[in-house]
């Protein structure tokens, strides 16, 4: 079994700030693993130690992003890829998806990927199902347990909105992890010392033939609307018990008794 | 006279490695997860669960800075450091016998042991299937660590110990005991050996539990030696060594503490400044005022020279240069800075301090015990000048 896990790096969420202009503060920024991706990982390493398996973590992004993937490594993978090209700063899911494709068939004999099921920045829940559709593989979305994978097939649990799915599929396929599909592990502290000194190769677009006019039309974001100011509470006036009976009142107006 | 390795004769690198601060951010963030939200259980029930430790060994921790053929994770001293820091940021208790466990119950093994005994002592202690303790100090030996009464007598293949040792941390739960004795009474300091006892030797009972002011999860025994016996080749290094192993194990295990010292602070400072921004008086802020922004200032400015000294400390080691006095010096004033720190905290916090509701009266508690153990102020500063002046009377 040859596991690739798609990694992106991602801004802590209470690390982002936004300026007085919208735009955002990229000062102060945490860069973590996507959340979705940390239980991708873990379900792959976990299921590649059972079958003697290999795992290729693999991520788009800029050179820091190589601290995601180191942190992966730390965690168990055999081996991790960066895709960094000056082309793709502004890349969509789509594209992405179409780049990241070209890498798992570069390398090969991989026939199975673990991806989050959404990352925690842009939040489009595309990439999965787009590098289904590229590699031409089934996907299975929404994984929440994996009942059994071998070489040849895997039988999942989705977790869809009101129902759970128990779903069998033939490999080469392409899952993506919900929250709580498992507990992903710390990174070991031994590995830390190994993986701090093993370079980690650069993919660049040319190494994958492929050119930036071929991943199709890019997204840019046009306005950013921060979400309205709360507003602000109301103090009640009056002696205790006129003030907690009207407390209780409006409780009451507004359904929370 | 030994003379002090002076900062303008140091190799000036402020930069952690790569890997230092990939280990300090992922022993960050597992203290965060898995011990600061258990701190406060771990203070009142006084135990650590069995769960934390499983979990730290699972990490990796339990062995940091032993070599991988012996279960460890083989880091050098500045990444240990750091790693008792954050360990300690986030629940004293549990970095008490962390550091007691790698610094005191299992290092000597590593520097003074034979090859079997590395297997058969520090391979578990350092892979956390059990936790290991070092019973030095006696009722009547705490400083004067030369007056030990524990006595061990060669009869045939074996050596038979019997006394007293008192607080000793982890003892009560640990897998062996490093435990120094006379094994000759002419000899003074140099007529004792260190001896390690595994766990369940008859003879060898623990009292309860102490009751202390703080660090009440992790557990502090007395023992009492009846006709202990153990194997020869259980004996650590050569006869009569124990005394000097023992003042290089302490050497080592003050940087721990200095370490232990700067997380307790920074605790308490990162608590006094959320709560001095958000805690009003007067119409504002009380950090908008002096009294209480200077205290602030002040707790970084110490903290920040406190961990400066330690790292020192652990670099000096790293590279295999003497750093008795620097370790001295490091634990010194590490251990007094964060006790102000933690002291300041509750002042800031005024009233809400030093209730039990919040946890910078524990940070202050913890923090107490580090200007007495593993070398009291006192003793340092006896350890320091000694350096600089020589034996004078």
Request: hydrophobic letters at 40%; proline letters at 4%.
């Amino acid at each position: 079994m040859h596991a690739v896990v798609c990694v992106k790096q991602v801004p802590e969420q209470n690390s982002v700030k936004i300026n007085s202009d919208t735009t955002i503060d990229a000062s102060g920024i945490t860069p973590i693993i996507n959340l979705f991706d940390e239980y991708a990982i873990e379900e792959a390493l976990q299921w590649a130690e059972k079958n003697d398996g290999k795992v290729t973590v693999i991520s788009l992004g800029p050179d820091d992003a190589t601290d995601s993937l180191k942190k992966a490594l730390a965690m168990g993978a055999n081996e991790a890829i960066l895709i960094n090209d000056d082309s793709l700063g502004q890349v969509g899911a789509q594209g992405a998806a179409k780049v990241v494709a070209a890498a798992i068939q570069k390398l090969g004999d991989v026939n199975i990927v673990f991806c989050g099921k959404q990352s925690t920045d842009d939040e489009t829940g595309q990439f999965g199902p787009a590098l289904a559709r590229f590699l031409g593989w089934p996907q299975l979305t929404y994984v929440f347990k994996v009942h059994e994978l071998t070489d040849s097939q895997i039988v999942v649990d989705r977790a869809l909105e009101d129902t759970l799915e128990t779903v069998e599929a033939s490999l080469p396929v392409v899952i993506t992890a919900v929250k709580d599909l498992n507990e992903p592990r710390y990174p070991s502290l031994l590995k830390i010392r190994k993986v701090s000194k093993q370079p980690i190769p650069t993919w660049t677009l040319s190494d994958l033939g492929l050119s930036a006019d071929s991943l199709g039309g890019t997204i840019n974001i046009a306005k950013r609307t921060p979400p309205p100011p709360r507003p602000s509470g109301e103090i009640l006036s009056g002696d205790v018990q006129t003030q907690v009976k009207e407390l209780v009142q409006k409780l009451i107006e507004s359904q929370i008794l | 006279m030994i003379v002090l390795n002076t900062p303008w004769r140091m190799y000036m690198d402020f930069q952690l490695t790569e890997e230092q601060q990939f280990l300090r951010q992922t022993v960050r963030e597992f203290a965060e997860k898995e011990l600061a939200p258990k701190a406060k259980d771990v203070d009142e029930s006084a135990q650590i669960p069995d769960s934390t430790w499983q979990k730290m060994a699972a990490a990796g921790l339990m062995g940091l800075p032993f070599a991988e053929e012996y279960g460890g994770a083989g880091v050098d001293a500045i990444s240990a450091a750091l790693a008792v820091e954050e360990i300690a940021r986030a629940c004293g208790s549990t970095a008490l016998s962390y550091a007691a466990h790698v610094g005191l119950g299992s290092s000597p093994i590593a520097m003074f042991g034979t090859e079997e005994q590395k297997q058969r002592f520090l391979r578990p202690a350092a892979s956390g299937e059990y936790l290991a303790a070092f019973g030095l100090t006696e009722p009547h030996a705490g400083s004067d660590a030369g007056s030990t009464r524990t006595s061990a007598r060669r009869e045939g293949d074996e050596w038979v110990l019997n006394g007293s040792k008192m607080w000793i941390t982890n003892a009560g739960v640990a897998g062996h005991i490093i435990a120094t004795a006379v094994t000759d009474k002419s000899k003074g300091k140099r007529g004792i050996s260190a001896i390690i006892i595994p766990q369940g030797t008859p003879g060898m009972e623990f009292g309860k539990p102490e009751h202390k002011m703080g660090l009440r999860g992790s557990q502090t025994y007395a023992i009492t030696f009846d006709n202990v016996r153990v194997p020869a080749e259980n004996l650590l290094g050569k006869e009569g060594e124990g005394f000097v192993q023992f003042l290089k194990v302490l050497d080592g295990g003050r940087i721990s503490i200095g370490a232990m010292a700067i997380g307790l602070g920074v605790a308490a400072m990162e608590a006094s400044i959320a709560y001095a921004r958000e805690r009003e008086a007067f119409g504002k802020p009380i950090g908008a005022y002096q009294s209480i922004s200077n205290m602030v200032a002040d707790m970084a400015t110490e903290l920040d020279a406190a961990r400066l000294l330690v790292l020192r400390a652990a670099w000096l080691k790293d590279q295999g240069k003497p750093f008795t006095q620097e370790a001295a010096m490091a634990k010194l004033f590490a251990s007094e800075a964060s006790e102000r720190a933690c002291r300041n905290a509750i002042q800031i916090y005024g009233g809400y301090g030093y209730s039990s509701e919040f946890p910078v009266e524990r940070y202050y508690r913890d923090t107490r015990l580090l200007t007495i153990g593993e070398g009291t102020s006192e003793i340092l500063r006896m350890v320091i000048s000694r350096g600089l002046l020589g034996e004078l009377a």
